[in-house]
């Protein structure tokens, strides 16, 4: 009898955890987790930033064809984006995306990588200096949330991104 209260109580107490953390995940906006990553990037050229909310929090219009322009992702599966890209003629650029469902996670990282290999393209062209960023850019995803980072500080902005959800 105790073995099984004991399990029941380590069941609960596992229960517990998992929906917590998925609260405050779906709690975060791409906005919130950007600015987390961004803070490691001290050497980030001139940049803007796009976001599918406006300042209220609500769906700015016109962000789905904007962002199926950059990914060629369908946005019906997006819930929100945050990007931030060089206006300095280089490569750099980080994309937050969050995912209606973490299901569609391999489609995006697909899109991704064909958004990194298009960009790379242009830049063999224009701006062969940059492109090693791009050889080196890194997709990852947690639970719904994707982020694209092509920059130098690449893998400090991963784990700003992994520490932010």
Same mark, same amino acid.
């Not at 990588?113 to 947690?142: C, M, W």
């Given at each position: 009898?105790?073995?099984?209260?004991?399990?029941?109580?380590?069941?609960?107490? *596992?229960?517990?955890? $998992?929906?917590?953390?998925? #609260?405050?995940?779906?709690?975060?906006?791409?906005?919130? *987790?950007?600015?987390?990553?961004?803070?490691?990037?001290?050497?980030?050229?001139?940049?803007? *930033?796009?976001?599918?909310?406006?300042?209220?929090?609500?769906? /700015?219009?016109?962000?789905?064809?904007?962002?199926?322009?950059?990914?060629?992702?369908?946005? #019906?599966?997006?819930?929100?984006?945050?990007? $931030?890209?060089?206006?300095?003629?280089?490569?750099?650029?980080?994309? *937050?995306?969050?995912?209606?469902?973490?299901?569609?996670?391999?489609?995006?990282?697909?899109?991704?990588?064909?958004?990194?290999?298009? /960009?790379?393209?242009?830049?063999?062209?224009?701006?062969?200096?940059?492109?090693?960023?791009?050889?080196?850019?890194?997709?990852?995803?947690?639970?719904?949330?994707?982020?694209?980072?092509?920059?130098?500080?690449?893998?400090?902005?991963?784990?700003?991104?992994?520490?932010?959800?």
């Amino acid at each position: 009898m105790r073995k099984a209260s004991a399990f029941a109580a380590i069941f609960c107490a *596992v229960i517990f955890l $998992v929906s917590c953390r998925s #609260e405050s995940e779906s709690s975060k906006t791409a906005c919130d *987790v950007l600015d987390a990553v961004f803070e490691t990037q001290s050497d980030f050229p001139e940049h803007s *930033v796009i976001y599918s909310l406006d300042e209220s929090g609500a769906q /700015r219009e016109g962000w789905e064809d904007e962002f199926e322009i950059l990914f060629d992702f369908d946005a #019906e599966k997006v819930s929100d984006y945050a990007i $931030v890209y060089s206006s300095a003629l280089t490569a750099d650029e980080i994309a *937050v995306v969050k995912l209606d469902s973490s299901s569609d996670a391999n489609d995006f990282e697909s899109a991704a990588q064909a958004h990194i290999e298009s /960009r790379l393209r242009d830049f063999r062209n224009y701006g062969p200096d940059e492109t090693a960023k791009l050889e080196n850019a890194i997709i990852d995803v947690s639970g719904s949330f994707c982020i694209v980072i092509v920059s130098e500080q690449a893998s400090e902005a991963q784990d700003a991104f992994k520490n932010a959800l």
